[in-house]
């Protein structure tokens, strides 16, 4: 009940902006005429409100930490905005862990005054800004937002969680930010227009932060897989296809390559199945060849630990292996667990996107 009079002591003394952290206003009945009062009283002087019921705002690369996180993000080119103050804790939490950075990181609690479509505006156009990450539970202006996303998804990758998509979990986001969820399709709908992806799992949120942190924005959606095991290339590709990506279509000149290098007994197609003995040498003379072709986005590396093979000299050739300017993005999969961590760690230390399995990858 104090916050309205602290906002119009603030606006008197000439402050922009504030982060109200405190619950308790339109989430709740008795509430909502309180933030009503308070976003009169910001408005009479101008000033803009975060929240309330939020975690705060990091800006990393000026310093700034107007909020209650537990930790300090290392400055980076990703910008998270998220309703959920839990999440941004989550979120920054599992980055510090492999290094990764942000830009921004905002949490938006009731929305009161500064919405998705503001923070959209002004990451658009932020040159510190190279993609776009939000945890959405609702919109609250449909126009307004339409309008920003669409912007913002023309100059930068935007990917979005949307939460509440059943009955129940709608009814979960009206308890926690006072928001009506809306019918998900219509969500669904707007993401695809604007020309956002949508992801649906914490999970597959996390993938895309390590994807857009360590690799450039892949130019298409032709993928070409190695591997040194047939079966997880065909999980691999079967999960492609479910996500509407394609295998890319190798050149004459990269199969006689291929050919020249690998085994008879190679895949001769796409996933390149470069046999279970392969060593490291022969995982960074196909990586090259494919590199080449034109016709390939990205290469999905992967790998599944065998008795004749090191997996670790075959994630260290793939480390040294020379990626010239526009070259294809790389993602890597080492399958397992015991075996496959040191690649892992590997991959992490040099800013490579890896993943547990094919199909997360």
Not at 200 to 218: G, H, I, K, N, Q
Not at 265 to 277: A, E
């Amino acid at each position: 009940a104090t916050v309205p009079d602290i906002i119009a002591q603030l606006g008197e003394r000439g402050t922009k902006a504030a982060v109200v952290i405190t619950a308790g206003f339109g989430e709740v009945g008795e509430g909502k005429a309180l933030q009503q009062s308070l976003i009169d009283t910001a408005a009479s002087f101008g000033l803009r409100i975060i929240g309330p019921n939020c975690l705060g705002i990091l800006v990393p690369g000026v310093g700034l930490n107007a909020s209650f996180a537990h930790a300090n993000p290392t400055p980076g080119k990703l910008a998270f905005v998220a309703q959920s103050g839990a999440i941004v804790t989550c979120v920054l939490d599992w980055a510090q862990a492999r290094g990764i950075g942000f830009s921004h990181l905002v949490s938006l609690g009731d929305m009161a005054d500064v919405d998705f479509s503001d923070m959209l505006d002004y990451l658009a156009n932020d040159w510190s800004t190279r993609a776009i990450l939000l945890y959405i539970e609702t919109i609250t202006s449909a126009r307004k937002f339409m309008s920003a996303a669409r912007a913002a998804a023309r100059m930068k990758p935007v990917i979005v969680v949307k939460a509440g998509r059943h009955a129940e979990g709608a009814r979960a986001v009206a308890s926690h930010t006072g928001s009506l969820a809306g019918e998900d399709g219509v969500y669904d709908a707007v993401f695809r227009r604007a020309g956002m992806l949508r992801v649906f799992t914490l999970v597959e949120l996390f993938d895309a932060v390590e994807t857009l942190a360590m690799t450039r924005s892949p130019k298409g959606n032709r993928l070409a897989i190695l591997s040194n095991g047939g079966g997880i290339g065909v999980l691999a590709t079967d999960a492609l296809i479910d996500h509407g990506g394609q295998l890319a279509q190798f050149s004459e000149d990269t199969v006689n390559k291929l050919n020249q290098t690998l085994p008879p007994t190679w895949s001769h197609g796409n996933p390149v199945d470069i046999i279970g003995d392969a060593p490291a040498s022969r995982y960074a003379d196909a990586l090259e060849i494919l590199r080449q072709d034109r016709g390939v986005d990205g290469i999905l590396v992967l790998n599944c630990p065998t008795a004749v093979a090191s997996g670790s000299e075959a994630a260290q050739a793939v480390i040294e292996s020379p990626a010239g300017a526009g070259a294809p993005s790389l993602l890597t999969s080492w399958v397992g667990a015991g075996a496959a961590e040191q690649a892992r760690r590997m991959f992490v230390e040099h800013r490579i996107p890896t993943f547990d399995t094919p199909e997360q990858a």
